[in-house]
């Protein structure tokens, strides 16, 4: 219950096309599913976030679409350009005793960008 | 206005010694958070802060992990008689404040590879 499946495991696309990485959870109570970008060698940043009783939430080329009764959530890049080529990871807030605010995240997608 | 940092960048060690890890969280931020990433895998939560007290330690792997936070700011991982297994990337992230949606903004990590 604690855990977040992503997929796909890498994804190539063309600049200026669409990205579209996506995850399910199993556990009801995650309150908070944040996307977060990492090139190699460095750590994670967030990249967007989104709350259950939201559907969608767009921040620029990045949107963030929330199913909550089918427990799934997506990112779509829109203009995808090269400089987006990173490992994308989703995430869900667990609940353990208290609130920790302890992030669960899925395994990871390898976005490669062709110019 | 410096963000995480986290030392050493690279530790290579052997078989049953002892390492330390250091992480210097974004100044005023109350909140820390250890990760451990294995390559190819998403972050996995290992322990987190509220100021100086351990809030949640759930995801520590065993006896032999073991972190504080003296004065609720530098934070220091200590690995005992490590394993080969416990080679990864080790991330330290901090946030303002327990709570919705604080982000959490992490480290570059520490890469720690046991021979």
């Known amino acids: 219950q604690q855990q977040v499946k992503q997929s796909p495991q890498s994804l190539i696309v063309q600049k200026g096309g669409i990205s579209i990485i996506n995850c399910a959870y199993e556990?009801?109570?995650?309150?908070?599913f944040p996307w977060y970008q990492q090139f190699p060698g460095k750590g994670p940043a967030l990249l967007i976030a989104?709350?259950?009783?939201?559907s969608e939430k767009k921040e620029g080329r990045f949107t963030i679409s929330f199913n909550k009764s089918a427990k799934q959530f997506s990112l779509h890049i829109m203009d995808s350009q090269p400089g987006d080529s990173a490992t994308y990871f989703c995430?869900?807030?667990?609940?353990?005793?208290?609130?920790?605010?302890?992030?669960?995240f899925g395994t990871g997608t390898l976005l490669a960008v062709q110019p | 206005g410096a963000g995480v940092s986290q030392t050493p960048s690279n530790k290579v060690t052997e078989k049953g010694k002892y390492v330390e890890l250091r992480c210097d969280p974004i100044?005023?931020?109350?909140?820390l958070y250890w990760y451990r990433q294995s390559l190819g895998q998403g972050p996995e939560f290992l322990i987190y802060?509220?100021?100086?007290?351990?809030?949640?330690d759930s995801g520590l792997p065993n006896d032999r992990f073991f972190a504080v936070r003296p004065e609720g700011s530098v934070s220091t991982l200590k690995i005992q008689r490590t394993e080969r297994g416990d080679s990864a990337v080790y991330l330290c992230?901090?946030?303002?404040?327990?709570?919705?949606?604080?982000?959490?903004?992490f480290g570059p990590g520490t890469r720690l590879t046991v021979l």
């Open positions: 992230a901090s946030s303002p404040r327990q709570g919705l949606n604080n982000e959490q903004f």
């Open positions: 556990n009801t109570a995650f309150d908070y």
């Open positions: 989104i709350r259950p009783d939201v």
């Open positions: 995430a869900a807030r667990g609940l353990g005793g208290g609130a920790t605010n302890k992030l669960i």
């Open positions: 100044s005023g931020h109350t909140a």
């Open positions: 802060f509220q100021g100086t007290g351990a809030a949640d």
